[in-house]
């Protein structure tokens, strides 16, 4: 069976993470995803260590895996002859993705409103801080920013040490990867009916704000704000990370009362059964501390033999590279390969999309690998391609 996007044309004019991880999602999908990238200004991704690979094509790991099963051209975007090229190109495609500040395509005549005259059917997706529209749409912005400013970070974390980063970026892909990904699909599914494309404006400020889904929607009902610690998730309750005797620690979610009682029972902590389910903050302050003292006194693998045998939603921190052994996650097929320039292996974390490739990934590309291909395909000459790097358009 074929993917589900395969015949999908996108052009990538993104870079870093958020777009990247966009088109990362619809390419393992299916989707034929051009990156066009400049050939003075490189993605910084390329340059992030480790590198992984054969000696001769060498490549940082993150891009071999956020530009995984895409083609890359390298086009300098104020050339005078640039704009034919991407022209050319936007008539046999179907999705443009870009995440330059607003103004920035227009000024080079490659915005939405000048590429529709090209493809009607076009999908313009703009990935941006702050969006297209308000008072903050030019200013400069990332991950942390877009969380602090969307109201997240201000219950994200203690009371003792204030907001706290997480080890991933929220905004970036939950707020922007993901959501251009819906949008680009819900799009293209629209289109089918109107044979219209259309322009998607996604602002990861906005989309963090929308991730704050129920403690978002009972402040602005009720007027007061969540804080720090003190809500049914974010420490106010049982529900926390707790330390064990080797300096590891065991994550307890157990929140229903069937959970809590296998829990209690594992803890060998009976006499708390009357209170785990007293919601006040000087109760859950005194639970917290007793399951801590009971925690500390065994070691991590203890702990992950006993809670094994029970239901009650406790499970140990892993590192990563304990979560790519555990045997759920290669059950699932969470660790791939991924085969380079020359067809050497390299190892990588899966799509969680339940569309996987029959053949093996391929690992992102070098700056321009597939130019003279691409160009060829639109009809340029081998003279005329020669003259294009001459002029340092590509």
Not at 95 to 102: G, L, M, N, S
Not at 212 to 232: H, K, R, V
Not at 287 to 305: F, P
Not at 344 to 353: G, P, V, W
């Amino acid at each position: 069976m074929s993917l589900p996007l395969a015949g999908l044309k996108i052009l990538d004019f993104t870079t870093l993470l958020p777009g990247p991880y966009a088109t990362q999602l619809l390419a393992d999908m299916g989707a034929e995803v051009l990156r066009v990238e400049s050939p003075t200004r490189p993605d910084l991704v390329k340059l992030m260590p480790p590198f992984v690979g054969d000696k001769s094509c060498r490549v940082s790991a993150a891009h071999a895996t956020l530009n995984r099963n895409k083609q890359s051209i390298s086009i300098d975007l104020k050339h005078e002859d640039a704009k034919e090229i991407i022209h050319k190109l936007v008539r046999e495609y179907d999705v443009v993705i870009e995440q330059f500040r607003p103004g920035v395509m227009q000024r080079l005549g490659l915005d939405y409103n000048s590429l529709k005259k090209i493809q009607q059917k076009l999908i313009y997706c703009s990935i941006t801080g702050y969006g297209q529209t308000g008072p903050l749409k030019d200013r400069a912005g990332h991950d942390i920013n877009y969380l602090a400013l969307s109201g997240l970070a201000s219950f994200s974390g203690r009371k003792e040490t204030g907001p706290v980063l997480s080890g991933t970026q929220i905004a970036d892909i939950a707020g922007g990867s993901h959501h251009a990904v819906m949008a680009i699909m819900a799009a293209h599914i629209q289109r089918m009916t109107t044979n219209e494309g259309q322009y998607l404006d996604i602002s990861m400020s906005d989309a963090a704000m929308a991730l704050t889904t129920m403690f978002g929607s009972n402040a602005i009902s009720s007027g007061e704000d969540p804080e720090l610690g003190s809500e049914m998730l974010n420490g106010g309750l049982f529900y926390d990370y707790y330390e064990t005797a080797d300096q590891r620690h065991i994550s307890i979610g157990s929140l229903e009362p069937g959970f809590a009682m296998n829990l209690l029972a594992v803890l060998d902590l009976s006499e708390l059964k009357s209170k785990i389910s007293d919601q006040s903050e000087e109760v859950q302050r005194q639970i917290r501390a007793t399951i801590a003292d009971k925690v500390r006194t065994k070691s991590l693998s203890y702990w992950q033999t006993e809670f094994a045998k029970v239901d009650a939603c406790v499970e140990p921190v892993l590192t990563m590279n304990e979560a790519f052994k555990h045997s759920h996650f290669i059950a699932r097929g969470m660790v791939t390969q991924a085969l380079d320039a020359n067809n050497n292996e390299i190892r990588q974390i899966d799509s969680a999309l339940p569309f996987k490739r029959p053949t093996a990934h391929q690992a992102g590309r070098e700056l321009g690998a597939d130019t003279q291909t691409v160009l060829k395909q639109l009809g340029y000459s081998d003279e005329h391609i020669s003259d294009l790097y001459q002029r340092k358009c590509i």
